[in-house]
């Protein structure tokens, strides 16, 4: 019995389906045909690329500690330095 194999996908790639099918002159089924991906896997690029995006704008000058709260750094105390 052989084994199928899984393709997988780069993060550009991923990026650039979800984007496309995010645009209001696309539909979900357009950007599946166009690049060959079953519906199923585009939602949940979707779902991840959303649930992820807000971290694009979250402050990189505080670190949660490991009880949840934010600590802050400054020059003494700051891992970089």
Not at 40 to 54: I, Q
Request: hydrophobic fraction near 35%; aromatic fraction near 8%; charge should be positive.
């Amino acid at each position: 019995m052989t084994r199928i194999q899984r393709r997988q996908f780069a993060p550009e790639f991923k990026l650039q389906v979800v984007l496309e099918s995010l645009q209001r002159d696309t539909t979900m089924e357009g950007v599946c045909r166009k690049y060959g991906i079953v519906t199923s896997v585009v939602v949940r690029w979707r779902d991840e690329f959303k649930k992820r995006a807000a971290m694009v704008f979250a402050d990189k000058r505080t670190t949660l500690t490991g009880n949840g709260r934010r600590m802050g750094f400054s020059r003494d105390n700051h891992p970089m330095s």
